[in-house]
């Protein structure tokens, strides 16, 4: 069983830590190291949770987190172009190259899980050929 609520609550989490950094930035108040870091930290995290749960998510899970995801997403988004468009870029160089990259998995896990859990169509050959070997090993 997919473990939904520690997720939301962490996806409700890292968007607010995110759209705190972002009007921090936007405002011109300098944004801190170790906050960038702890907001990296919680997104790796999270993309490890989401990756740990990835068979276990059903549709009614996505239909609760997708959304959530989906805002966190936009939130990252919009804290990495304002820290392209800001002074700020050199001093955090190494946090936001590595904002960029969890922001590009965890879009990667939320893509996978929309093609391959949600919108998986059932493979036709691969379920005969399936059914067809457990009636064979039945019948040894």
Do not use: W
Not at 54 to 81: E, M, S
Not at 116 to 126: S, V
Request: one cysteine or more; glycine letters at 2%.
């Amino acid at each position: 069983m997919c473990r939904r609520v520690l997720i939301s609550k962490n996806i409700a989490s890292i968007s607010t830590r995110s759209l705190e950094r972002n009007l921090e930035a936007a405002s011109g108040a300098s944004v801190s190291t170790s906050k960038m870091a702890r907001l990296n930290r919680s997104m790796n995290a999270l993309y490890e949770l989401l990756y740990a749960e990835f068979n276990d998510i059903n549709k009614a899970d996505y239909c609760v987190i997708g959304p959530q995801l989906n805002i966190l997403l936009k939130t990252v988004k919009d804290l990495y172009t304002t820290f392209e468009h800001t002074a700020s870029r050199t001093f955090l160089k190494k946090e936001i190259d590595e904002l960029k990259g969890n922001y590009s998995a965890l879009y990667e896990i939320n893509d996978d899980m929309i093609r391959y859990r949600l919108n998986a169509a059932p493979d036709k050959k691969l379920s005969a050929a399936l059914k067809e070997a457990s009636s064979l090993i039945d019948k040894l």
